[in-house]
Antibody, heavy 116, light 106 residues
Framework: QVQLVQSGSELKKPGASVKVSCKASGYTFTSYAMNWVRQAPGQGLEWMGWINTNTGNPTYAQGFTGRFVFSLDTSVSTAYLQISSLKAEDTAVYYC?????????WGQGTLVTVSS | EIVMMQSPATLSVSPGERATLSCRASQSVSSNLAWYQQKPGQAPRLLIYGASTRATGIPARFSGSGSGTEFTLTISSLQSEDFAVYYCQQYNNWPSFGPGTKVDIK
């Protein structure tokens, strides 16, 4: 069965960087794009963008350019989200979600807390 | 950018009653509309895609309708496990979500 398993919670100081992983199993990793979705505390879902798992080409939604980087390691079927120069407002749960246009499969989410 | 709107923000319903949730798009998304359920501390769960097709394992009490800019999710008889937040999402263009409707116990 399809599984997306994300790395654990992170506590970071403002200005630091964080890298969240999303390990896929149960399907051919390069057959489906991977998306990232953010959910701030008590807020709704916000699509951050996606990465083509064949070419490694990322596409970022408005508001997620510059400090956000999507990457892959296809040898271990894993997608990554790196956020640099962290700010307090980056505190959120970050989900990976497998492409279908709609999102059939989701990771369990990774809580990133930015606090001094 | 396609903006999605949902109403009401909160819907108070008694168990066994029918719940009707609305979603509106700022421009036509054809039938490229999905619905998700999210419970506290959990990832969203896909309920409906293509505006009206139930995802695998979703009970028949969940149904979706609509096309273009107006969509509806109906839960025919609310069960205790259905109290949650529901989001619509369009995928006709770059994906975007509505702000959600919280269904709570009346």
């Amino acid at each position: 069965q399809v599984q997306l398993v994300q790395s654990g919670s992170e506590l970071k100081k403002p200005g630091a960087s964080v890298k969240v992983s999303c390990k896929a199993s149960g399907y051919t990793f390069t057959s489906y794009a991977m998306n990232w979705v953010r959910q701030a505390p008590g807020q709704g879902l916000e699509w951050m963008g996606w990465i083509n798992t064949n070419t490694g080409n990322p596409t970022y939604a408005q508001g997620f350019t510059g400090r956000f980087v999507f990457s892959l390691d296809t040898s271990v079927s894993t997608a990554y989200l790196q956020i640099s120069s962290l700010k307090a407002e980056d505190t959120a749960v970050y989900y990976c979600a497998r492409e279908g246009g709609y999102f059939q499969h989701w990771g369990q989410g990774t809580l990133v807390t930015v606090s001094s | 950018e396609i903006v999605m709107m949902q109403s009401p923000a909160t819907l108070s319903v008694s168990p066994g009653e029918r719940a009707t949730l609305s979603c509106r798009a700022s421009q036509s998304v054809s039938s490229n509309l999905a619905w998700y359920q999210q419970k506290p501390g959990q990832a969203p769960r896909l309920l409906i895609y293509g505006a009206s097709t139930r995802a695998t394992g979703i009970p028949a009490r969940f149904s979706g309708s609509g096309s273009g800019t107006e969509f509806t999710l109906t839960i025919s008889s609310l069960q205790s496990e259905d109290f949650a937040v529901y989001y619509c999402q369009q995928y006709n263009n770059w994906p975007s979500f509505g702000p959600g409707t919280k269904v709570d116990i009346k």
